[in-house]
T-cell receptor, first 114, second 111 residues
Framework: EAQVTQNPRYLITVTGKKLTVTCSQNMNHEYMSWYRQDPGLGLRQIYYSMNVEVTDKGDVPEGYKVSRKEKRNFPLILESPSPNQTSLYFC?????????????FGNGTRLTVT | GENVEQHPSTLSVQEGDSAVIKCTYSDSASNYFPWYKQELGKRPQLIIDIRSNVGEKKDQRIAVTLNKTAKHFSLHITETQPEDSAVYFCAAGSSASKIIFGSGTRLSIRP
């Protein structure tokens, strides 16, 4: 089944404790992206990747890191989480062209930073 | 910067009536306009999309219209049903630019 898999679904952590949210897609998509969703603010892009070893900042990249060592994986790293990073996070992928193809979303990761 | 404005933020309609959600975009280079539906606790999923060479597209009870001159596009849902209750996001993108999302519309269908 074609899908984007995120883990974990729920995560509670404390300020400053490094964490990684994994994302994997099995559709051979070139484009992958991370979004955070907050009430009233819609989906805001954190980072995106056009292909292996190619990543770039989105609208709200501060406090986040990503890597794209393999085509299928695009982990999101919070080196020193803070309470304002409490949010619902979605990974997404599309076949190509960041603004031209339908996005396939993972099931989301709800992160709470205390 | 480029943005997409979406209205209304909440919408309540009687079951069986129609619902209309409107979006305006600022980037004149935008040529791809998808709509996503997000049910409670679930991920956004594409329900319909339209490209700039088409003015209207329909899929059963869902239709999208595009006015490139005015930079407006709209989602129309006819004969609404309880399962249409969700948050709907419009978006705009182009080959030179990322997808930008509207802030969402929470649609409630009253029985």
């Amino acid at each position: 089944e074609a899908q984007v898999t995120q883990n974990p679904r729920y995560l509670i952590t404390v300020t400053g404790k490094k964490l990684t949210v994994t994302c994997s897609q099995n559709m051979n998509h070139e484009y992958m992206s991370w979004y955070r969703q907050d009430p009233g603010l819609g989906l805001r892009q954190i980072y995106y990747s056009m292909n292996v070893e190619v990543t770039d900042k989105g609208d709200v990249p501060e406090g986040y890191k990503v890597s794209r060592k393999e085509k299928r994986n695009f982990p999101l790293i919070l080196e020193s989480p803070s309470p304002n990073q409490t949010s619902l996070y979605f990974c997404a992928s599309s076949l190509r062209d960041r603004g031209q193809s339908p996005l396939h979303f993972g099931n989301g990761t709800r992160l709470t930073v205390t | 910067g480029e943005n997409v404005e979406q209205h209304p933020s909440t919408l309540s309609v009687q079951e069986g009536d129609s619902a209309v959600i409107k979006c305006t975009y600022s980037d004149s280079a935008s040529n791809y306009f998808p709509w996503y539906k997000q049910e409670l606790g679930k991920r956004p999923q594409l329900i319909i999309d339209i490209r700039s060479n088409v003015g209207e597209k329909k899929d059963q009870r869902i239709a999208v219209t595009l006015n490139k001159t005015a930079k407006h596009f709209s989602l129309h849902i006819t004969e609404t049903q309880p399962e249409d209750s969700a948050v709907y996001f419009c978006a705009a993108g182009s080959s030179a630019s990322k997808i930008i999302f509207g802030s969402g519309t929470r649609l409630s269908i009253r029985p």
